[in-house]
């Protein structure tokens, strides 16, 4: 059973430009999490989706970032005008279908390393 | 809001050293805790979790960690770090019944032969 995917694994990208980051989690996993990690800091929060919905955006910036999971293929979240300070590792984790109530153990990917030039 | 604190930003030890991380937690509500370790270029890998019942909870890789809710400490231990256990270590929480997980900042555990 395949672990959650990221890809590319590694980003370079020009100021101004987009990035475009994809995460496809694991089989049978409906719950993607996109969190950030700055250099030297801990992991933050982003955004929490189930297919086709979004269900806690409240780590995302307000502008430029973007989140979907669509009901066919990988989750992407989409960076516009990219900043330096955008430079980070976007780390992308899957869990399965949530019993109400209850709280399921969060799978990793590998992350992408976005740099920005 | 929840907030997560690892006291150590690294720790060295000798290889066959015991050691302790320790993470504290500040919430006003009943919380999740788990301990993730990140190998070099690596995604996180789950450690151990507490969600209820025994307050000593036995993780992976011989780790272990004890949830002391009077002092809102999940410290992790391990009796005997091999060179392997070189990584960073992530404390975190999230709101029973939530999904989102708070990170701590990392503790850097660097094994020395």
């Known amino acids: 059973n395949a672990g959650v995917m990221q890809n590319p694994r590694h980003l370079v990208r020009r100021r101004g430009q987009e990035a475009r980051l994809r995460c496809s989690p694991m089989k049978g996993h409906s719950h993607v999490y996109w969190y950030r990690q700055l250099p030297e800091e801990g992991l933050k929060f982003m955004v929490y989706l189930q297919k086709e919905n979004i269900i806690d955006e409240s780590g995302m910036p307000k502008e430029r970032f973007s989140a979907e999971f669509p009901k066919e293929g990988p989750s992407i979240l989409r960076i516009q005008q990219v900043v330096r300070g955008d430079s980070a590792a976007y780390f992308c984790?899957?869990?399965?279908?949530?019993?109400?109530?209850?709280?399921?153990?969060?799978?990793f990917g590998p992350g992408t390393r976005l740099t920005v030039l | 809001a929840q907030s997560v604190t690892q006291l150590d930003s690294q720790v060295p030890v000798f290889e066959e050293a015991p050691v302790e991380l320790r993470c504290n937690y500040s919430?006003?509500?009943?919380?999740?805790l788990f301990w993730y370790v990140q190998y070099p270029n690596q995604g996180l890998q789950l450690l151990l979790k507490?969600?209820?019942?025994?307050?000593l909870v036995k993780g992976i890789n011989g780790f272990e960690a004890e949830f002391n809710k009077s002092q809102t400490s999940f410290h992790l231990r391990k009796p005997s770090v091999h060179i392997s256990d070189t990584a960073e270590y992530f404390c975190?929480?999230?709101?029973?019944?939530?999904?989102?997980?708070?990170f701590g900042q990392g503790t850097r555990l660097t094994i020395n032969p």
């Open positions: 975190a929480v999230s709101l029973q019944g939530a999904q989102k997980l708070v």
């Open positions: 919430s006003s509500v009943s919380v999740y």
């Open positions: 507490y969600l209820s019942g025994s307050t």
């Open positions: 984790a899957s869990s399965p279908t949530r019993q109400p109530g209850s709280t399921d153990t969060q799978y």
